[in-house]
Structures are given as C-alpha cells and as structure tokens.
C-alpha cells in the first residue's frame, strides 16, 4: 500500500487500513472524498446509457447481483459488513451467477436448435 492509513475507526472499532487522502481518511471515510464520490455516482447515473449498454450483454438478474455485490464491497470496506456475511454473500451470488448463465446459454440453444429445424422444414 501507498502513503500512509487511513485515520477513521471501522464500524467494529478497529483501525482503517486504507490509503489515506490529503485530509488523512481514505475514500471511504473522508467526507470531502465522500462528496466527490457522491458526485461521481450521480454523474455515474447520467451515464445510463453505459449502463442500458452492459444491461444488453449482461441478463437483468445478474445485474441486480452486480449491484448489490458492488454494494457489499463498499459496505465490507467501511466495516458495516462482516467479513463472514460478505464471504457468504459472495458465495450464494456465485451460485446463482453460476445457475443464471446456465440458464441463459440453455435458453439460446434451444431458440437456436428451433431456428435450425425451422429453416430444414423449409428446405424439405
Ligand atoms: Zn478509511
């Protein structure tokens, strides 16, 4: 790690390990980088369109898992999350990331098989 440690306590008392800013705390706890964070995800919000773009290439449930565990990342940073329920987090989404794209590739192969008997009824 880079420059020195953050100087905020996490939630559970324990001292922040994270880079520090110029004011001592790291993006996490400094409320001057809060704000510019804050300001980055409304910009963030602007940008749907990226957003609308990912939403075509990635099925809609795992984006909402995309989410949360973008979420669970911030909240196991600042120490609100334990990191037992993060790791059991991580895990169930794992799983259903693992059940959401087997079902996503069987949904395609089946419109595929359809197309193909499709157009050799045609042909015959
Ligand atoms: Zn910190």
Redesign the pocket.
């Known amino acids: 790690m880079v420059g020195p440690a ?3 306590r ?1 939630a559970d008392g324990s001292a ?3 880079t ?1 800013g110029p004011d001592g ?6 409320p001057a980088l809060r704000a510019k964070a804050q300001a980055a995800r409304t910009k963030g919000g602007q940008n749907r369109a990226t957003s609308a773009r990912l939403g075509k290439l990635v099925p809609e449930r795992l984006q909402a898992i995309y989410n949360l565990l973008e979420e669970v990342l911030n909240e196991l ?2 120490g609100t999350v334990t990191p037992q329920v993060g790791g059991a987090m991580a895990h169930v989404a794992s799983a259903l990331i693992k059940l959401a794209t087997a079902g996503e590739i069987e949904l395609r192969l089946r419109r595929l098989e359809e197309q193909q008997a499709n157009s050799n009824e045609k042909r015959r």
């Not at 705390?25 to 400094?30: D, L, N, R, T, V």
């Open positions: 953050c100087s905020a996490r922040c390990r994270a520090a705390k790291c993006f996490a706890h400094s940073h600042k």
